[in-house]
């Protein structure tokens, strides 16, 4: 027979354990995000010419702006990485990935909305060849991905706040 006590810590034990799963589960999750907005803009920095060329198929990106997010951008994305991958400000971080992802999105789908298949110089040549195969739909579907990634993440780490608070008021009981 089961006393109350004995119930009380095997529950704990069980949210212990689902706790854990949910922090290495957020924790790939926006690891996955945060890598490749580090690829993205190492690609860019490699190749600035081609991606400062691919902004002007953007026509929502003022011609004077343009040279400035085609050095800076670049160099977000690549901090971005850092603060996550050097525990600087992750929080912030996640933040603004999901923030610049939905801008991003939202502009590409702006513009295919006005019948424009801006160029995407993401990756660099990477994306250059699943544009020849999967035409816009890969931008759309990669940046709708990462947005569940990032709100995955961010829905199991506050869950798992959810489970610590009422593990630890049950406790008090």
Not at 48 to 73: C, E, K, N, Y
Not at 120 to 138: H, I, K, P, S, T
Not at 148 to 157: D, E, H, Q, T
Request: a positive charge; one cysteine or more.
């Amino acid at each position: 027979m089961t006393t109350p006590h004995r119930t009380l810590v095997l529950w704990a034990a069980s949210c212990a354990e689902a706790t854990k799963w949910r922090g290495i589960t957020s924790f790939l999750c926006t690891s996955t995000c945060f890598a490749i907005f580090g690829l993205a803009g190492i690609a860019k920095v490699l190749d600035t010419a081609a991606f400062g060329d691919s902004l002007a198929s953007w026509q929502l990106i003022p011609r004077p702006v343009a040279p400035v997010i085609a050095l800076t951008l670049p160099l977000g994305e690549i901090a971005l990485c850092l603060m996550w991958f050097l525990n600087l400000a992750r929080g912030t971080a996640q933040v603004i990935g999901a923030l610049l992802l939905v801008v991003y999105t939202a502009a590409y789908c702006v513009h295919l909305a006005m019948g424009i298949r801006p160029d995407c110089q993401c990756l660099g040549r990477v994306v250059a060849y699943l544009y020849d195969r999967n035409e816009a739909l890969w931008n759309v579907v990669r940046n709708g991905v990462l947005i569940g990634l990032l709100a995955a993440a961010w829905l199991l780490r506050r869950g798992e706040r959810d489970l610590i608070t009422q593990t630890e008021a049950n406790a008090k009981r």
